[in-house]
C-alpha cells in the first residue's frame, strides 16, 4: 500500500492544563486536498505547528512520507517538502516581493552562509523567483515593498513564499483571512489551479464553508483538540456531531 505523505498518530500537545491536541490520528493520502475546520481555538493551528516543528508535541508522532519527523527543526522538515502559510500574514513589509521571495527560496534550497555571498548570482534561485511571480501575474509589483501591496495580494505573496521551496506538501492556514468576497473567490481560483498544476497535496484550513467545498476532496472536523469525525464534503455538512458544534452556524 502507499505510504501517506502526511500521517499523526496520537498526537498530543498541553500548554500548562490546556490539552490543545489529544490523540490526533490524521492521514492525508497522495493527491488529497484536505480541509481542516473547526471553530475558534479547536487547535488547527496548533496541528499545524506541531506538524512543522514549530511546537513540539508532549505525545505521538508525525510521519512525512514515512518517515518520522516528530521534534525535527523547522528548517528540516521545510528541506524535506513541506512547507505552510501563517494565519497572520508573516512576510518582510519593507521587503520587496521579489526579495521576500528570494530569501524562502534561498533558505528551502539550503544553501549555506547565504548571508556571504552575493545572492543576486544565484540564477537558480532567480528563475524560481521569476517564474513564481509570473505565475500570479504580479510582475508590475515585483520591486514594491510588500507594505504597499494589497492584503490579498499579500495572501498570495504568502503561498507563493510557501511554494518557493518547490515543496511536495503543503499546508494552508485561512488564506482566505481578511478578504472581501471578490478577493476570496479570486484566491479560491489560484488555490484551485496551484493544486492542479504544482502541488497536489494541500491541507488547509479555513472558516468559509463556500471554499472549502470549492477545494477540498474531503473535511476533518477538529473540536476542543480532537476530532470529531471526517468524510467527504457531503457527509460532513449532513454529519449530525458537526450540526450539533456549529449549532447556528451554516455548514
Ligand atoms: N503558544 C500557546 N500557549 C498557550 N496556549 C495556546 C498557545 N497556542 C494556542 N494556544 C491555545 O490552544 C488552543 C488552540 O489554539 P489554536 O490557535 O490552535 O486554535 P485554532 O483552531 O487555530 O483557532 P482559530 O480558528 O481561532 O485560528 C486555544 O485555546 C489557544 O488559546
Ligand atoms: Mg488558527
Request: glycine letters at 8%; one cysteine or more; hydrophobic letters at 40%.
Amino acid at each position: 500500500m502507499d505510504v501517506p505523505v502526511l500521517k499523526t498518530e496520537n498526537l498530543g500537545i498541553n500548554f500548562g492544563g490546556l490539552q490543545a491536541l489529544k490523540g490526533v490520528d490524521f492521514e492525508l493520502r497522495e493527491g488529497e486536498v484536505k480541509a481542516l475546520i473547526g471553530p475558534n481555538g479547536a487547535g488547527k493551528t496548533t496541528f499545524f505547528n506541531v506538524i512543522c516543528g514549530n511546537l513540539k508535541p508532549s505525545a505521538g508522532k508525525v510521519y512525512f512520507k514515512g518517515e518520522d519527523i516528530t521534534g525535527w527543526a523547522p528548517f528540516k522538515i521545510c528541506r524535506l517538502g513541506l512547507s505552510r502559510t501563517f494565519q497572520k500574514t508573516s512576510l518582510f513589509p519593507e521587503l520587496s516581493v521579489f526579495e521576500n521571495l528570494r530569501l524562502a527560496a534561498q533558505t528551502g534550497y539550503g544553501k549555506r552562509n547565504v548571508f556571504f555571498r552575493h545572492a543576486h548570482s544565484d540564477e537558480k534561485v532567480i528563475d524560481i523567483v521569476e517564474r513564481l511571480i509570473e505565475s500570479v501575474g504580479l510582475q508590475d509589483k515585483a520591486r514594491h515593498p510588500v507594505a504597499n501591496l494589497s492584503h490579498g495580494d499579500q495572501r498570495l505573496l504568502e503561498i507563493l513564499v510557501g511554494l518557493s521551496t518547490n515543496p511536495e506538501l503543503l499546508l494552508l492556514d485561512e488564506p482566505t483571512a481578511g478578504l472581501s468576497v471578490k478577493e476570496t473567490k479570486e484566491m479560491t481560483e489560484r488555490i484551485k489551479e496551484l493544486a492542479r498544476t504544482s502541488i497536489r497535496n494541500v491541507i488547509i484550513v479555513e472558516h468559509d464553508m463556500e471554499v472549502v467545498t470549492e477545494l477540498a476532496t474531503r473535511i476533518c472536523v477538529l473540536y476542543y483538540g480532537e476530532i470529531l469525525c471526517e468524510g467527504t464534503v457531503d457527509e460532513i455538512k449532513s454529519h449530525p456531531k458537526v450540526q450539533e458544534v456549529y449549532l447556528g452556524r451554516s455548514v
